[in-house]
């Protein structure tokens, strides 16, 4: 399986940005996006199982949303409120990132 981000780009402190993740072939499973900033490790920042139930670390909470839609193989995650913080490149996976990493998409965010 191929993952593969879009979506990325430039915006401004408290701007908005909608990314998708693309699959494919058919993902069954718990998935979730990750970033990685510069020079720091890859952090889950949202994840939603089968059903749809979410989770997110308090970092983004209130800011992010995670969705899917399993006719597509894509997920999405819909960022407000961004902050410069948030820039980092921006990856899918499953929640326990068993699939390769894929492309991610950069997300640049400026005060």
């Known amino acids: 399986v191929q993952l593969q981000a879009f979506g990325g780009g430039y915006v401004q402190a408290g701007g908005s940005r909608r990314l998708s993740c693309t699959a494919s072939?058919?993902?069954?499973?718990?998935m979730a996006w990750y970033r990685q900033a510069p020079g720091k490790q890859r952090e889950l920042v949202a994840s939603?199982?089968?059903?749809?139930?979410?989770y997110y670390p308090d970092s983004v909470k209130g800011r992010f949303t995670i969705s899917r839609d399993n006719a597509k193989n894509t997920i999405y995650l819909q960022m407000n409120s961004l902050k410069p913080e948030d820039t980092a490149v921006y990856y899918c996976?499953?929640?326990?990132?068993?699939?390769?990493w894929g492309r991610g998409t950069l997300v640049t965010v400026s005060s």
């Open positions: 996976n499953t929640f326990r990132a068993t699939m390769p």
């Open positions: 072939r058919s993902v069954v499973d718990f």
């Open positions: 939603i199982t089968i059903g749809g139930s979410t």
